[in-house]
């Protein structure tokens, strides 16, 4: 070796001698700090040194080597680039600054995403020729998360200034921290009003079974991680949910939705009181870090002033409705006034009471009334036909002790309770909460009551209890109005359907119809009838006829005729034997009074072969008309006295037949005799034309339409003074090949 040789070797030793002591420097300067130092050589980027903090961000001790290639120690970095820069300082000699780069550090699962500022500087020997880099960096993964924090935060923020609804801001925050910190899953319970109760906020990525599990879990100890920090009003670690007591109740449904561990922070107002509940769950047991404390801090701070806003509001909104309900009430007096006053009657008012009082006063109402000492329900109101047929079927206790609607009546004073009413009812199918009941007078005596119940948790205030008074006196008044008028068409009703058939039957070989118009507003029961029904033999019976007087005392003489002619009509075959049993009963039931007279037509019709046999009998009552098929009418002369006077009626049966086509009419005097004012009467002579101006081999429907239409016109709207009545028998075409006979 020459002494030149020798001379620039020992100058290269102390050049990389001198590299060394200086990286050792650094090392030592950087080893207590957070900044990362490393120092590495040749093209191969030979790792030589490294402070701890190095190693801490790079994966540990497990990593924790000198004397590899960075590439060997760390394989990750070449796919995403920083290898590729540490090549070309090496190459170029010219520093690379990086800021905030993002890092992926391992690999699978033990991977995490870092960020870092960083430098790579060119090492150089004392000739200047580069011999490796040396990294210095500093790890701002914190601060980015910090940052990012920040502006999520700043969004919340903006979000609840502008009143954002509560679920949005709620899931907002809950997505952002997930965000921040993949594995972890975020849960936001409100409390009820009472503080007693949680429920679902906001769990954007927890199972939907699993949030309707715990939708409306009560406060208390034991109640898994949520219940107990409400409890507690502190928060509740729990790092093993498979081993903590907290989760007994709880444990299978965590197990089913993948959670291992739940951190829950209760979330409390400016005055104490409980919003809710702020919780984060992990699905691998796992204690909270500082971070993770100060993270939840945060964000049960953001929740809280979201909550409380959304209370704000909800508080406005409250008084506000009732601000409008109060200008409301008056428009809904008004308007229920308006209602109760029109012409209705009893029933129709208290039905239209209850049909007023929902929703306004209540989601739920009933009327009962006190008749001959029972209660009945008249009227019921409900949003659903389910909720209507549940109260309709409801009946009202008998004994005060047990029934509000009872008590009332006999108190005349209006009860409230805020719990289901007393004795049995549909109260939980309903979800009935409360209740009041309202009496209504007449002349300061209760004759019924207005119920209404609410439903949902909903009370009645003193407000609507005053609303609710004032609307069932008003309907009371207007019911009292009407019950004179109601009690005399109800008797008029009552009493009417025992003098007409709903529907005339069938009759084989015949057709039949008739025709009914009361007098007057059918305030009063007349005494036209008429009938028409089988007997034994395949005959029928058919009967019209007319009462003397009108009223209550007329329909129940109307009713004895049509009974007692049903009754004997299946033993005796002879009309005029049945007319005559028929003055029996009323001569029996009259014996000692003078109650007036019947007269009527009866008689029995049976299929022929030429038409339908007729065997009718006359009593005091207008002759019957026939109507042939050439359109020409005749009376059916039948001579008989008036049934009922005492005096036994000579009558004579007529026996005939009706042809096809040709019809028989029926009528009382109310047609003949009605008249308008400053006109004859109607008349047996335009009587006989309208039925002869009956279309052409006209149907039973034809002739009655023709009638009713022709005295419609006389009459000329004007109300009538007698009952009018008709009814027409028409005979059918016959069956081929039967044989016509004459009339009899």
Not at 123 to 148: F, L, P, S
Not at 217 to 228: D, H, K, L, R, Y
Not at 241 to 261: H, S, Y
Request: hydrophobic content about 45%.
């Amino acid at each position: 070796m020459t002494a030149g040789h020798e001379r620039r070797s020992a100058s290269a030793v102390r050049r990389s001698k001198a590299v060394r002591d200086t990286d050792e420097d650094l090392s030592l300067l950087f080893g207590p700090s957070t900044a990362l130092f490393a120092s590495m050589a040749g093209p191969a980027h030979v790792l030589e040194a490294a402070n701890p903090a190095f190693f801490a961000a790079i994966g540990g001790a497990q990593r924790e080597r000198t004397g590899v290639p960075l590439a060997e120690l760390m394989p990750e970095l070449t796919g995403q680039g920083f290898v590729a820069l540490l090549d070309h300082v090496y190459r170029s000699g010219v520093r690379h600054v990086g800021r905030d780069a993002r890092v992926l550090l391992g690999v699978g699962e033990d991977a995490r995403e870092a960020y870092f500022d960083f430098t790579y500087e060119p090492r150089r020997d004392a000739g200047g020729n580069v011999i490796g880099v040396r990294m210095i960096g500093v790890e701002t993964t914190q601060v980015k998360h910090a940052r990012r924090l920040a502006a999520e935060q700043r969004a919340l923020l903006e979000q609840i200034a502008r009143e954002a609804p509560l679920p949005d801001v709620l899931d907002g925050m809950c997505r952002a921290i997930e965000e921040l910190t993949p594995e972890v899953i975020v849960s936001v319970l409100l409390a009820d009003e009472d503080g007693r109760h949680l429920r679902h906020g906001a769990a954007p990525t927890l199972p939907d079974f699993y949030n309707q599990a715990i939708d409306g879990i009560a406060t208390g100890e034991g109640v898994g991680s949520c219940g107990t920090a409400a409890h507690r009003r502190r928060t509740v670690i729990v790092s093993d949910i498979a081993t903590d007591p907290l989760w007994d109740d709880f444990r299978d449904l965590a197990t089913r939705a993948g959670l291992a561990a739940c951190w829950s922070t209760p979330i409390l107002a400016r005055d104490g009181r409980l919003l809710g509940t702020f919780a984060m769950y992990h699905r691998a047991p796992r204690a909270p870090q500082d971070t993770d404390l100060a993270l939840a801090r945060v964000f049960t701070d953001t929740a809280a002033l979201a909550i409380e806003r959304h209370h704000a509001e909800q508080a406005r909104l409250a008084a506000h409705a009732r601000e409008k309900a109060a200008r409301d009430d008056i428009a809904f007096l008004l308007a229920a006034s308006t209602a109760l006053a029109g012409r209705l009657d009893e029933t129709q008012t208290l039905q239209r009471l209850a049909a007023l009082s929902t929703p306004t006063l209540a989601p739920l109402a009933a009327v009962d009334v006190l008749e001959a000492g029972s209660v009945h329900r008249v009227a019921t109101a409900a949003p659903t036909e389910q909720a209507r047929d549940l109260l309709a079927r409801h009946a009202p206790g008998r004994d005060a002790e047990d029934d509000a609607v009872v008590r009332v009546l006999a108190s005349g004073m209006t009860e409230v309770a805020r719990r289901t009413p007393t004795g049995p009812g549909p109260w939980q199918e309903l979800g009935v909460t409360g209740y009041v009941c309202v009496p209504l007078l007449d002349r300061g005596r209760p004759f019924g009551v207005l119920t209404l119940l609410s439903t949902d948790g909903d009370c009645f205030d003193g407000h609507r209890v005053a609303l609710a008074e004032e609307v069932a006196r008003r309907a009371a008044s207007a019911a009292r109005n009407a019950r004179q008028y109601e009690q005399r068409a109800a008797l008029a009703r009552d009493l009417q359907t025992g003098l007409l058939l709903p529907d005339l039957p069938a009759v084989p070989g015949a057709q039949l119809a008739a025709f009914y118009h009361p007098a007057g507003e059918g305030l009063e029961i007349g005494g036209d009838f008429y009938d028409v029904f089988a007997r034994h033999d395949g005959s029928w019976a058919f009967i019209l006829g007319d009462v003397c007087g009108r009223g209550a005392k007329a329909a129940t003489t109307t009713a004895l005729v049509r009974h007692t002619a049903r009754a004997v009509a299946a033993l005796l075959d002879d009309p005029v034997d049945v007319v005559k049993a028929v003055d029996k009963a009323l001569n029996d039931r009259y014996a000692h009074q003078n109650n007036g007279f019947v007269t009527l037509v009866y008689g029995h019709l049976a299929p022929a072969a030429d038409g339908l046999a007729v065997h009718l009998v006359r009593a005091g009552h207008t002759l019957p008309l026939l109507l042939d098929a050439e359109h020409v009418v005749d009376t059916v002369e039948a001579s008989g006295g008036l049934l009922g006077i005492g005096i036994p009626p000579r009558l004579a049966a007529r026996r005939f037949t009706l042809r096809p086509g040709e019809s028989l009419l029926l009528y009382t005097d109310g047609l003949t005799e009605c008249r308008t004012e400053g006109t004859e009467q109607y008349g047996d002579v335009r009587l006989a034309k309208a039925l002869a101006s009956a279309p052409r081999r006209p149907t039973a429907a034809d002739i009655i339409s023709t009638v009713a239409e022709d005295v419609r016109g006389f009459v000329d709207g004007a109300n009538v003074e007698d009952d009018q009545a008709a009814l027409v028998i028409t005979a059918d075409e016959p069956a081929p090949g039967t044989d016509r006979r004459g009339r009899g």
